[in-house]
């Protein structure tokens, strides 16, 4: 996932390691209890034996004609012993061993109690004021063995344990998080323009805070952008009417005026005033381009809505403009009629206004709602092509104009959740200009 981490990933490996941990740690002091346990369990089981089999060869040995000469316990049948015992005297004479019995394993002189060698547990007993000893060896393996068992059954259900945490935490978490999953989608999913309260339910409490400042913020945002826009907008609404007046002023002057320098001048003026109401139409466009309002509720056909703007151009620039629409009757999309107007009037405009007059204009149209406006003329370097859909910026050329066209076109794409991309030169061409803009496809049958 992203480099910041995934929460999934980290819970489910952390808490899966914390698990592991604790289940180890545990398994270890279970493990020495339980050794404990048996320890305790095999040494009495030792001892009974020494005291029950002691009185016995006691007897035995008393009974005996030569109480000295030592004597091999006849098993009645053979078998391997698992405890060997030597019955000895004080100074380790031996008076009675059993069958399998090996006297290296045992300590030199007899004594009473527990010792450990390295493979044997030793216990000893004695009788007769200590004249006669009996001892009893038992291999450790037998007890290792249990403990080795007792320790595998502890850890076993680790095997089992750690993929079960891995997929449990996993999927615990991803079910706690899709209230937060949705949320992110709904952020993802909103188009520039739209900066409505994001609503999502059920967000746990830890994000909601989150939720609430961020819808917080997209008010103030929104506040703040629309008096930005509304001042653009009256501004240019207010410059509208005595801009009017004043140029019809001016045209009157410049008629009236005698031939020479003063209607050259009025000329001037006038001319100055026609851009100062060009850039004010401009600007309210972009004022509206950069506010809402920028989806119909109800699709709309593309196709009739782009012949007539096209005729339009036709009409008034007298230039040839081709124009490719699909086979099919009807695009839809969702785009309000009026910001599709002000988009393709930017776009017309400017390829009228920069592309070569020998190449006809190109306006095409696809069915998935593709709109291409191609013309002629000289490369527009990348660098600069990078940086023309900026406010205020423009390319190098003679033509007047305010830089804000394709800053509007921009905008308009972007309150769509649309996509615009500039070319230069043209697909499939050595030359030109192309601006190309995805429109939001909506199905017929809604329309
Ligand atoms: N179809 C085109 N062919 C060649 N160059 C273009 C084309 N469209 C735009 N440009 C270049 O991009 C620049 C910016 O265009 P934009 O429409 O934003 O501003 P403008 O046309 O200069 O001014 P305005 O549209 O505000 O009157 C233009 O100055 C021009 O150099
Ligand atoms: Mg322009």
Redesign the pocket.
Known sequence: MSASGSLQKRLGVGLTLGMTLLWLAATVGTWRVVQHELDEVFDSALEETAQRILPLAVLEISNREEPQSAQLVATLKMHKEHLTYLVRDARGKILMQSHDANPKIFRKTPAEGFSTTEKYRLYGASALRDSVFIEIAEPLDHRREAAREALLALLLPLLALIPISLVGTWLFVRLSLRSVMAYRRAVEARGAGDLSPIKVLRLPAEIDPLAEAVNHLLKRLRKTLEAERSFTANSAHELRTPLAATLAQVQRLRQEAPEGPLRLRAAKIENSLRELA??SE?LMQLAKAEGGGLLAQRPQDLIPLLAHVVDEWRQSSGRQIELLLPAQAGVYSTIDPDAFGILLR??I???L???ATEHPLEVSLSDQAQLR?V?G??V?PPA?LQR??ERF?????D???????????KAIVLGINGQIT?A?PAKDRQD????SVWLPLASTTQG
Do not use: C, D, H, M
Not at 399 to 409: C, K, R
Not at 432 to 435: A, D, I, L, P, S
């Open positions: 060009r850039l401009k930017n776009l405009e400017n390829a206004k920069y592309g406006v013309n003329g000289p527009v600069r023309l859909t910026v423009r390319g190098q050329s033509a007047s104009g305010s830089g804000l066209g394709l800053a509007i076109a500039l230069s030109g200009f192309e601006v």
